[in-house]
């Protein structure tokens, strides 16, 4: 399974990277509005940081203006990810940047038929966001065993991108469910290491080896 990070703070990033763990990174409006300043230093900072897919979002409402902007943010490098909006004028929007090789990202996606809408449409990732569905009282990982049996169904490339993940849990599931990648954000990626049983033990081992002697 692929692990992108879902931040636009570069410190997250730098030190992500540093565990050597990190496959790519996601944006959207919120996460760069969060970093504040100028959103085009911070994205190029971004793209330029890490050598995987960074994924950067349209903010046009017109499959004219989706196709604009994304002539412009791919000009930040060529592991730029154009980010569209699941609505009927992001669909035009990415068949028209798939058919100009340009790899999106559909997000916002909150249902299997939505997720079949941007595999027809050839996205090249679909973003279900599961913590918002959990949040009001939907079954955000049922949304995406079915998404995955859909695209399992018809052989579709589009890869399966777990997005509003908010605990180890979430990732766990994905990854039995054969997600392809699961965005995280850098505090629910910190808890992955941890176990109550791990820290006992090193404990342990620390206390017995400080009774040796080294000569
Ligand atoms: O980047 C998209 C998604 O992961 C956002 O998640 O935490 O705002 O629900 P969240």
């Not at 997720?115 to 966001?129: H, M, R």
């Not at 990854?175 to 404990?203: C, R, W, Y």
């Amino acid at each position: 399974m692929e692990f992108f990070i879902d931040t636009a703070n570069i410190d997250e990033i730098r030190q992500a990277k540093g565990y050597g763990l990190i496959d790519g990174v996601t944006t959207n409006p919120t996460l760069l509005a969060r970093e504040g300043g100028d959103w085009r230093k911070q994205a190029e900072v971004i793209v330029n940081e890490v050598e995987g897919p960074v994924s950067l979002e349209v903010v046009g409402m017109t499959a004219e203006e989706m196709v604009a902007e994304a002539q412009d943010l791919v000009k930040f490098g060529s592991n730029v990810v154009i980010k569209i909006p699941m609505i009927m004028e992001g669909v035009k929007a990415t068949r028209q940047l798939t058919d100009m090789g340009i790899k999106t990202n559909v997000t916002l996606v909150f249902s299997p038929m939505q997720a079949l809408l941007a595999a027809k449409a050839g996205a090249t990732y679909v973003s279900p966001f599961v913590g918002r569905l959990d949040g009001i009282s939907h079954d955000g990982m049922e949304v995406i065993s079915q998404i995955v049996t859909i695209y399992e169904n018809y052989g579709y490339a589009t890869k399966v991108l777990v997005a509003s993940v908010r605990h180890p849990k979430h990732v766990l599931d994905a990854a039995l469910m054969g997600a392809d990648v699961s965005t995280i954000p850098f505090n629910v990626l910190s808890q992955f290491a941890k176990h109550p049983l791990t820290d006992l033990g090193l404990e342990a081992f620390m206390k017995d080896w400080a009774t040796l002697t080294d000569e």
